[in-house]
């Protein structure tokens, strides 16, 4: 008999959701892998309206409705740094956020949260898979040409620097081309899918998050040191 691993993704931005939602879902996957016994895992996208939310509203709100529509047993919820860590987030968002969740009903509310905290932008993780991103724009130049040879997580605007990319990548194309050319919208979902977690486990962020979702399972008692 399989245990079930039922779960919620909340993203701060539309956006985000498209990468991550594959990220998050791949990783949860992987981990439960090598957690005892057969487990399967699923992942549901919490949507609602977050305006006049503050951010430990938005999640109180994906907290309740993931338990209430979808019995969830893990939440997901994910805001980039905006910095070039992650300390203040945490200190200002992540840890207030859940210490409110602990006061909250157990009957009402899921309590198990992993945060989700890209170092800059959720964008830095796209370029983890340099190849990968420049084969899905189209753009054959060195990483160095295109400035993406260094750390992502020390590209202090890497949404900008993506676009620059496509931007370059349509300088080479015919006018009539060019107007139906590639804008990195389309990008998100399609490297969320693509993109080897290997790459990401390059990225440090990357490496809390998912070592913060082992010590969870760890802590409901599905995944146990080997």
Not at 44 to 51: A, D, G, P, R, V
Not at 142 to 164: C, M, Q, R, V, Y
Not at 179 to 193: A, C, H, P, T, V
Request: with cysteine; charged share 30%.
């Amino acid at each position: 008999m399989s245990n079930f691993i039922l779960s919620g993704l909340y993203t701060e931005g539309n956006t985000d959701v498209r990468f991550l939602s594959s990220v998050v879902e791949r990783t949860l996957f992987e981990i439960a892998y090598y957690c005892t016994g057969d487990i399967e895992t699923k992942l549901e996208i919490l949507e609602f309206s977050k305006t006049g939310l503050s951010f430990n509203d938005q999640v109180l709100e994906a907290s309740k409705l993931g338990h209430e529509k979808y019995g969830i047993l893990l939440l997901f919820i994910h805001t980039d740094s905006d910095d070039e860590n992650d300390i203040q987030v945490f200190q200002s968002k992540i840890s207030p956020a859940l210490d409110l969740l602990s006061q909250q009903n157990k009957d009402k509310y899921c309590k198990n949260l992993v945060a989700i905290v890209p170092i800059q932008m959720t964008e830095s993780w796209m370029i983890a898979d340099r190849e990968l991103l420049k084969d899905e724009i189209g753009i054959n130049k060195t990483d160095a040409e295109l400035g993406i040879h260094l750390n992502p997580e020390s590209i202090k605007n890497p949404k900008f620097l993506i676009e620059d990319i496509i931007r370059l990548s349509k300088e080479d194309l015919t006018k009539r081309r060019r107007n139906k050319g590639l804008e990195i919208s389309d990008l998100y979902q399609i490297i969320g899918q693509k993109i080897e977690l290997s790459q990401l486990d390059n990225i440090p962020s990357y490496v809390k998050f998912k070592n913060s979702l082992i010590s969870k399972l760890m802590e409901l008692n599905f995944y146990h040191k080997k």
